[in-house]
């Protein structure tokens, strides 16, 4: 059983930052970012293998979001910058106990625990 409690969101302005944390209990092996902004589906925004440390994110937040993992702290991070008014969502931490691909890894589907979720609001 793992448990997820994320902490970090806020509003902001656009072409700010904000950064998240989620804190796992339990063992992972993948642990992903998700957002969902109200009427759209959950879609997933980054997300890391903790062992390796491999990394992979949506197109949309290329160049801008950073994940990393802090394997000591069983912590995994969000680096949110050049925020823009559609990163408006509430954001899911998730992890799960399987290493998955590049595609599997930003699925919501693929992964078992999720956390409470923080909400990010971005303003023009």
């Known amino acids: 059983q793992v448990q997820l409690v994320e902490s970090g969101g806020g509003s902001v302005q656009a072409g700010g930052s904000l950064r998240l944390s989620c804190a796992a209990s339990?063992?992972?092996?993948?642990m992903g970012w998700f957002r969902q902004a109200p009427g759209k589906e959950r879609e997933g925004v980054a997300a890391?293998?903790?062992?390796?440390?491999?990394?992979f994110y949506d197109d949309s937040v290329k160049g801008r979001f950073t994940i990393s993992l802090d394997n000591a702290k069983k912590t995994v991070y969000l680096q949110m910058n050049s925020l823009k008014p559609e990163d408006t969502a509430m954001y899911y931490c998730a992890a799960a106990e399987t290493y998955y691909g590049s595609r599997a890894a930003l699925r919501p589907g693929s992964y078992k625990y999720w956390g409470q979720g923080t909400q990010v609001t971005v303003s023009s």
């Open positions: 890391i293998l903790t062992g390796g440390g491999s990394t």
């Open positions: 339990g063992f992972t092996r993948s």
